[in-house]
């Protein structure tokens, strides 16, 4: 018999967007108290309020969670440092590497582009910086909502002069990741934001760049107004901001001063991992089978936004990633890329963030993905026998 338990606490990744989607559609636990000593269903309920927080693992710092499973050591770097590399050049050589591995490894590059800001940028890198010859290793996986998205850049560089697939049809596999190297734009929120609708009432009157110990009441009434049907759980936001802020003093991290710089860090510590790995989770046929570990290596090596200038230039660059208004200033940076590849002004002036994974899979593909993956990413689901028991008893373990 499996040892489900074991599984969770060395687990690949547990889904939170699959649990989140099963509490919602089976109401699972709508509790209107939640008590000091929750059960496990009430930290399901929990978790269900608060987006991406059923699977958030440190990379830096001790960080407890539900599973005891620990961060994949290949995503840990060192703490950022300032650098003076401008975030041109560092595409631009992100691009150049990751094309030279991809010649080293005979695989070609696909990249899913939804048309945002991220992988809009990212295919940028490489049409800037490979012949047309050389784009012949380049396959665009993406749907008609990609298109809507950014339909200049569409027709200008990928209509009728790249390889494309439909973004449903891409099975990340072990005879896919033998063939291909497969960059998404999700780690680039842990880069970039968005976090600004977290403090978009502080921004009013610029109280976002102020320290956020200042402002922790305000933070904890932006993640209580995410819950407005569940009005006993008040102190979910308190408990949330001073598990994230815990790690801070702990690791004595100098650069976490300001509001926005602590939604940063949410983003960039606790979210980095999950957001990487999201295409063995989504975008498989068959979760029974495994993925080798050379695969699963490779793949955690070679995400396009992983390298470590990439995150030393957002650590430096802080105070570019924000305004008086976040609504005004999302991804300026990034956006001045693009625009001085192709010279849409409208795309950089009304582009607006927009979550990608909603435009491009279809709810029916969402009911199909596991809540769990063990360490060699086979899934299991919540009706399988003993998964929920399992997940049920580390919750109701979990001391928070």
Known sequence: MIDFKKIISTSAFIDNAALRNLIMRHNIQKTEKISLNRTGSEWLSIFSLIPMTLDIRARYGSFSTPWNAPIDRSFVTRLPQHTSLKLSEIYDQRALEIFGIAVKTNKNIVIQWSGGVDSTSMLTAFL????????????????????VENPIFYQNYISKKLKIVNWLDVDVNDNFLDKNIILHGDPANCLYGPSG???????????????????????????????????????????????????????????VE????????????????????????????????????????????????????FQDWSYTNLHRLISRNPA?????????????????????????????????????????????????????????????????????????
């Not at 009005?231 to 308190?238: C, L, S």
């Not at 999201?278 to 080798?292: D, E, G, Q, T």
């Open 128 to 147: 800037k910086n490979l012949s047309r010859a050389d784009q012949e290793k380049i396959i665009i996986a993406m749907s008609v909502n990609s298109f």
């Open 258 to 309: 300001t509001v926005c710089d602590w939604w940063w860090w949410q983003y960039f510590n606790f979210k980095w991992y999950g957001s990487i790995v999201r295409p063995l989770a989504w975008c498989r046929k068959n979760y029974s089978k495994p993925i080798s570990k050379l695969n699963y290596e490779f793949f955690s090596r070679n995400t396009f936004y992983s390298s470590q200038e």
């Open 197 to 255: 609708m977290m403090y978009a009432k502080l921004a009013q009157d610029g109280q976002h760049l102020e320290p956020w110990k200042h402002h922790k009441d305000s933070m904890i009434r932006s993640i209580n107004e995410q819950v407005p049907n569940y009005p006993g759980t008040v102190n979910i936001g308190e408990w949330y901001i001073d598990k994230i802020s815990s790690v801070i003093d702990e690791l004595s991290f100098d650069g």
């Open 328 to 400: 005004d200033a999302y991804k300026p940076e990034v956006k001045k890329y693009i625009l001085d590849f192709n010279g849409d002004y409208t795309y950089h002036d009304k582009k607006k963030f927009q979550a990608s994974r909603v435009t491009n899979h279809i709810d029916l593909h969402y009911r199909g993905v596991p809540v769990l993956f063990d360490e060699n990413w086979v899934g299991y689901y919540w009706e399988d026998p003993s998964v929920k028991d399992s997940m049920l008893d580390c919750l109701n373990d979990f001391q928070g």
